[in-house]
C-alpha cells in the first residue's frame, strides 16, 4: 500500500471516528448539563479539520520533482506540521483561558452521570486513535501525521481532564475540572512547541542525526578505495536527508576507477539508509 493509501485511510477513520465522537460528546454534555463535555466535544472537531490538513501535507509532499521544484516538494509537509503545531497551540491556550475564567468567576455547573460515560469512550477511542494513526505515521515517514497522531493524544487527555472535573463536581469539588483543564492545557502547549520547532528545523536545513551520521561514516569507510572522508555534510528535507560527501582515493587511480568507487559510495549510502533521497559524491585525489 503506498504512502497516498495509508494516509487516505488513516485520514477517513479518523475523520469518520471523530465526526460521531464528537456528536455523542457535545450531546452528552447538553443532556448532562456538562460544559466540559461540550467543550470537550468541540474539541473533538477540531481534530476532523486537523486530520484533513495531514491528509493534504502527505499528497502534495510524495509529488514528483517539477521545474519549480527540482529538489520535490516534501517540506510541504513540514509547512503543513508547523499549521497543524499552531492549531494545537492555540487549543492549549483556549483551554487555559477558559478554564482560569471559570475559576475567577466561580461559575461551576453540576454534570450528570452520562459526562462520565462520554468522556470514558473518549478516552478510549482518542487513545486507539492515536496509536492507529502513528503507525500509519511510522509506517510512511509523515511528520504530519505524527502530529495529526498526537493531536489524538491531546484530545484524549482533554477528555482525561474532563472525567476529573466532571467526577469531582458530581462529588462536590467543582474547581477540580478547570484546575485538571489547566494541567493539561501546559501539555498541550509543550508538544505544540516541540513540534514546531522540529518543523523549523526541516525548514532551515538542520543535519541529519549523530547516529545517522555515523551510519554514513561506516558505510562509506566499508568501500574499497576509500583512504579516508575529507568532507561530509547532511541536511534534513522534510522527512528525507541529502548527503555531500567528499572522499579521498588514490591519486594514481584512472578516472573511471575513481568515478567507480565514487558510484559505489553513492549506491552504498542511498541503498543502506532509506531516508536518504539524494547522496553526492566527490572524489579527492590523495
Known amino acids: 500500500m503506498d504512502k497516498i493509501k495509508i494516509a487516505k485511510k488513516v ?24 460544559s466540559a463535555m461540550i467543550a470537550d466535544g468541540i474539541h473533538s472537531v477540531s481534530d476532523i479539520f486537523t486530520s484533513v490538513i495531514a491528509f493534504l501535507g502527505v499528497k502534495f509532499s510524495v509529488k514528483a520533482e517539477d521545474k519549480d521544484h527540482q529538489y520535490g516538494h516534501e517540506k510541504i509537509e513540514l509547512v503543513v506540521s508547523k499549521i497543524l503545531a499552531l492549531i494545537l497551540l492555540g487549543t492549549g491556550i483556549m483551554i487555559a483561558y477558559n478554564a482560569i475564567n471559570i475559576i475567577i468567576k466561580g461559575i461551576y ?40 497522531a498526537w493531536h489524538h493524544r491531546t484530545d484524549s487527555l482533554s477528555s482525561v481532564a474532563a472525567l476529573v472535573g ?52 561506516e558505510i562509506v569507510h566499508s568501500v574499497e578505495g576509500v583512504l579516508a572522508i575529507d568532507l561530509l555534510k547532511t541536511r534534513l528535507h522534510g522527512n528525507k536527508i541529502y ?37 553526492m559524491v566527490h572524489c579527492n585525489p590523495k
Open 109 to 148: 455547573s453540576q454534570p450528570g452521570y452520562i459526562a462520565i460515560y462520554a468522556a470514558i469512550l473518549s478516552i478510549v477511542f482518542k487513545e486507539w486513535m492515536y496509536h492507529y494513526t502513528m503507525k500509519g505515521a511510522k509506517a510512511i515517514e509523515s511528520n504530519s501525521l505524527k502530529v495529526d
Open 166 to 217: 466532571i467526577t469531582g463536581a458530581i462529588f462536590g469539588y467543582s474547581i477540580l475540572e478547570p484546575l485538571a483543564s489547566v494541567i493539561i492545557s501546559l501539555f498541550i502547549v509543550k508538544v505544540a512547541v516541540e513540534i514546531y520547532i522540529d518543523s523549523v528545523k526541516g525548514l532551515i536545513d538542520t543535519s541529519a542525526s549523530e547516529e545517522t551520521i555515523a551510519r554514513i561514516k
Open 243 to 279: 548527503v555531500d560527501i567528499e572522499i579521498a582515493a588514490k591519486g594514481s587511480l584512472t578516472l573511471d576507477q575513481s568515478h567507480a568507487i565514487a558510484k559505489k559510495v553513492h549506491d552504498s549510502v542511498e541503498e543502506n539508509i532509506e531516508e536518504v533521497k539524494h547522496c
Open 11 to 34: 485520514t477517513l477513520v479518523s475523520i469518520v471516528g471523530n465526526v460521531l465522537l464528537s456528536l455523542i460528546k457535545i450531546s452528552a454534555g447538553m443532556i448532562g448539563n456538562s
